[in-house]
Structure formats: C-alpha cells, structure tokens
C-alpha cells in the first residue's frame, strides 16, 4: 500500500474530510489531497501531527515508502555523481591540454584562467571524492556498479578493496604520464 493510500485510509477510518484533517495539522487541503494521490510527502513535523492524530506511530505511515525514497534518494545521487564527473573531465582536459598555451600566449592572464579552473576541478574532485567515500567505492568496478544502482558480493567487495592502493597509483601515474606528453607534443609544436 502506498503512502497515500495509507494516509486515506487513516482519514477515512477517523470520518474526516481532507478539509478537516488539513485544519488539524496546519496546512491546506490541496496539501492533503497532493499527500494522497502521493504527488508529494510531508515534512517530519506533519508526519508527527499525521501519527498523533491517527493514533500510529510515523513508521507505520511510511513503512513500505521507506525503501523507494531511499532509492530516489540514491538515484539522485548518483546523477549528480555523473554531471560533477562530466564537469570534471572537461576541467582535467582543459588542464592538460591547454596549460601550456595559456601560459605561452597568455602570460599572466592565462596563468589565472588556468589557476581558477584548476581551483573549480579541484573543489569539484572533493566533492567526487566525498561520494565516493559516502558509498565506500574506489576502484573502477565498485564505481561502475554504484552508478548502475547494484552491489558486488562479499568475496567481489573483499578483491576491489585490496585493489584499491594500486588503481589509485596507477591511475595518478597514468594522468602524469599523460599530462607530460602532451606537454611535450604541444612544446614541438608551438615551437
């Protein structure tokens, strides 16, 4: 039974309008008639007046609405997950291929240009990190499967996590190597 659903009933059972129950608990009718056809939920502090007035306690208001909200919850941050994850490839990019021109053309001008989305890709690598560290995944595979919306068995957890150490060397090793070569690619050609 949905969370709407569930408030109806309570409503109902107790014999009052949507009027009369929106006066109880401080908000408009359209707000009980949004909860009901579940177009929205309502804050703690109506879950709190909804409980007392039906004579339940709030998780049996929202029992089987827990799980979806946790999903939307997680859907949504993985979302944001992949924009900050676009936005910072565009700034590692830039980085890497465009330091070098900056700074030779530019001079002092193209040393802040490069020093401010230096600054943005960092900050927004943080918060990347941040994700990461919230859904405790690190290596590649345990990254794919929190973008899908799935989890690795115990045994898969066990090997990602001792992968972990090498996958980050590697990975700032490879991002080193590559931001030399273009360096030198881009130095024989503006030279």
């Known amino acids: 039974m949905e969370f709407g659903t569930r408030i109806k009933k309570y409503r109902e059972h ?20 949004n909860w009901e056809n579940d177009k929205c939920y309502p804050d703690i502090n109506s879950l709190k007046l ?4 039906f004579d ?6 929202i029992e089987e609405d ?10 949504s941050e993985r979302k944001e997950y ?19 021109p900056c700074v030779r053309f530019a001079g002092i001008a193209g040393i802040i240009i490069l ?6 890709t960092l900050f927004i690598g943080i918060k990347i990190e941040s994700i990461y560290k919230k859904n405790d995944c690190r290596t590649f595979k345990e ?7 799935t989890s690795l068995s115990a045994k898969e957890q066990i090997e990602e996590k001792a992968k972990r150490p090498y996958q980050k060397f590697l990975l700032g090793l490879g991002s080193g190597f590559i931001a030399i070569v273009i360096f030198i690619v881009l130095d024989m050609i503006f030279q």
Do not use: H, P, W
């Open 143 to 149: 990254i794919v499967t929190y973008l899908d919306g």
């Open 66 to 75: 827990i799980e979806r909200m946790k999903k939307q919850v997680n859907e």
């Open 56 to 61: 339940t306690s709030i998780d049996d208001l």
């Open 50 to 53: 909804l409980s007392s007035i």
């Open 82 to 100: 992949s924009m900050l994850s676009a936005f910072f490839s565009v700034g590692f990019l830039f980085m890497i291929t465009c330091a070098y």
């Open 115 to 120: 020093i401010v989305i230096s600054s943005i």
């Open 14 to 33: 107790i014999n009052l309008s949507q009027e009369e129950l929106a006066n109880k608990i401080y908000v408009s009718r359209q707000t009980i008639s």
